[in-house]
C-alpha cells in the first residue's frame, strides 16, 4: 500500500489563525470562551462562543466573491490557500490534476445564509431573495470553492456526519491516496454556524454548556460539566503520496497511518451506552495502522464537555485499551477551542500533528471536579512535554458516527 503524508496544514480557528499562533495558545492553554459578539444575546439563554478573531478574507479573496459567500466558505477558502502557501505546491508545476482532489467537510453548511436569506423571505417575499441563497447554503459548496480557487480535477466531495465530518474527510482522503486513486488531496473541514438559528437550535434540545461564567463553560471530562460551547472556523490539510511528495522536496509534518469509521445505529444524538462502536472505530484504526494499542501515546479526544460523551469516549478508551488506557494522555482541547462540528475533526488534526512534531501534549483547560466515570489522565490545565510517536484523533457526531485516525510522527522512516 501507498504511504500518505501531511506536507501542509492551514487553518482559521478561535485560539489562532496561524500554526505558530495555535501552537502558542495551545502552550499557554489558552481559552477562547468569550461573550458572543455576532448577535444580539439579550433575549437568548446561551451567552457564550469560541468566535475567530482577527479574520481577514480579503488577503486571499476579492471583495466580490466574498458578498457572495457563506462565511463557511470563506473560512474554507482561507485556510486552503494557507495550507497551499505552507505546503509549497506550486500549482503551476503540478502534473495530472485529475488526480489532486478536494474532501473537505461541514456539518451544516452555510448557516448564515440560511437564516438571513429565510428572514428576508419571510419580510419581503421568496422571489426576492438572494441568487446566491442556494450555492451559499448547500453544504458541498466549501469544498468545491476549493477545488475551483485550485484547479484541482480529481476526486471532490463533502462528508457530512455531523461532528465526526472532519475526521471521515481525512480518513477518507488517506484512503483515496493509499489506495492508489489520488495522488494529492486538500482535506478537513469548514464551519460557521454561531448564528441565532445554530445557537437556539442546539440550546433547545439541550446540547449546550450551562455554564454560567466563561471558565466552567467547556470543560470536558468534568463532573460539573453540561454541554459543549460552539465554536467556529476551519482546517484544511494536504495528504500527499509519499513518493510524490518526496519528487518535490516536501517537507513532511507526518504520516497518516490508521482509519476506522463506524455507526452506532443507536439513536439520533445519544451515544451507544457502552462505548461499543467508538471503541471498534479506534480499534480499526489502530490495525489498519498494523500497530498495537500500546503504541499510542496520546489521544485528542472527541472530549465535546456533554455528560453522555464524555463518560462513554472514556469507557470505549478503557474497553479498546485495556490497562494501556491508564497510561495514555488523552486531552480534550475543545476545552480551548470550543465545538467546531463538522470542522473539529480537522483542527484536532492539525493539533495531533503540531504535538507529534513538538513533543507538547496539549491540556484540558478548566478542570476542577474529578468524575469517577472520567478517570484517565486527561492532562489536566497543564500541557505536558513528552516524545509521542503516534497519536489518535477521535470523532463522534449525532446519528451515531463514529471516526477514528491515527497518525504517526514523521522521523524520515
Not at 480579503?58 to 466574498?66: A, R, V
Not at 488526480?99 to 436569506?117: A, D, F, N, P, Y
Not at 482546517?235 to 463506524?262: D, F, M, S
Amino acid at each position: 500500500m501507498r504511504r500518505v503524508v501531511v506536507t501542509g496544514m492551514g487553518a482559521v480557528s478561535p485560539i489562532g489563525n496561524t500554526l505558530k499562533d495555535i501552537y502558542k495558545n495551545l502552550q499557554e492553554g489558552y481559552c477562547a470562551v468569550d461573550e458572543i459578539t455576532k448577535y444580539d444575546t439579550s433575549d437568548m439563554r446561551m451567552k457564550f462562543a469560541c468566535e475567530v478573531k482577527d479574520f481577514n478574507p480579503e488577503e486571499f479573496l476579492d471583495k466580490k466573491s466574498i458578498k457572495r459567500m457563506d462565511l463557511v466558505n470563506q473560512f474554507g477558502i482561507v485556510a486552503a490557500h494557507k495550507a497551499l502557501k505552507d505546503s509549497g505546491i506550486e500549482l503551476d508545476k503540478l502534473e495530472n490534476l485529475d488526480r489532486c482532489g478536494v474532501i473537505v467537510s461541514s456539518g451544516i453548511g452555510g448557516l448564515i445564509t440560511i437564516q438571513k436569506e429565510t428572514i428576508k423571505g419571510n419580510k419581503r417575499g421568496y422571489d426576492r431573495i438572494s441568487p446566491f441563497f442556494i450555492t451559499g447554503g448547500i453544504t458541498n459548496m466549501t469544498a468545491a470553492l476549493i477545488a475551483i480557487e485550485l484547479g484541482f480535477h480529481g476526486y471532490c466531495t463533502c462528508p457530512v456526519t455531523a461532528c465526526a465530518g472532519g475526521t471521515n474527510a481525512i480518513g477518507d482522503a488517506f484512503r483515496s491516496i493509499r489506495d492508489g486513486y489520488q495522488d494529492m488531496i486538500f482535506t478537513g473541514g469548514s464551519e460557521a454556524s454561531i448564528t441565532e438559528v445554530g445557537i437556539g437550535g442546539f440550546t433547545s434540545m439541550k446540547a449546550l454548556s450551562e455554564g454560567e461564567t466563561k471558565d466552567r463553560a467547556s470543560i470536558p471530562f468534568d463532573k460539573e460539566r453540561s454541554g459543549f460551547v460552539m465554536g467556529e472556523g476551519a482546517g484544511i490539510l494536504v495528504l500527499e503520496e509519499l513518493e510524490h511528495a518526496k519528487k518535490r522536496g516536501a517537507k513532511i509534518y507526518g504520516e497518516i497511518v490508521g482509519y476506522g469509521a463506524t455507526c452506532d445505529a443507536n439513536h439520533i444524538t445519544a451515544p451507544d451506552s457502552e462505548g461499543r462502536f467508538a471503541g471498534k472505530a479506534m480499534k480499526n484504526a489502530i490495525d489498519d495502522a498494523n500497530i498495537n494499542p500500546e503504541n499510542i501515546n496520546y489521544i485528542n479526544a472527541h472530549g465535546t464537555s456533554t455528560p453522555l460523551n464524555d463518560q462513554y469516549e472514556t469507557l470505549a478508551v478503557k474497553n479498546v485499551f485495556g490497562n494501556h488506557a491508564y497510561n495514555l494522555k488523552i486531552s480534550s482541547t475543545k476545552s480551548m477551542t470550543g465545538h467546531l462540528l463538522g470542522a473539529s475533526g480537522a483542527v484536532e488534526a492539525i493539533i495531533s500533528i503540531l504535538s507529534l512534531k513538538n513533543g507538547y501534549i496539549p491540556p484540558t483547560v478548566n478542570y476542577k471536579v474529578q468524575d469517577e466515570n472520567c478517570d484517565l489522565n486527561i492532562v489536566p490545565n497543564n500541557g505536558v512535554y513528552e516524545n509521542i510517536e503516534y497519536a489518535m484523533s477521535n470523532s463522534l457526531g449525532f446519528g451515531g458516527h463514529n471516526a477514528s485516525i491515527v497518525i504517526r510522527k514523521w522521523d524520515k522512516q
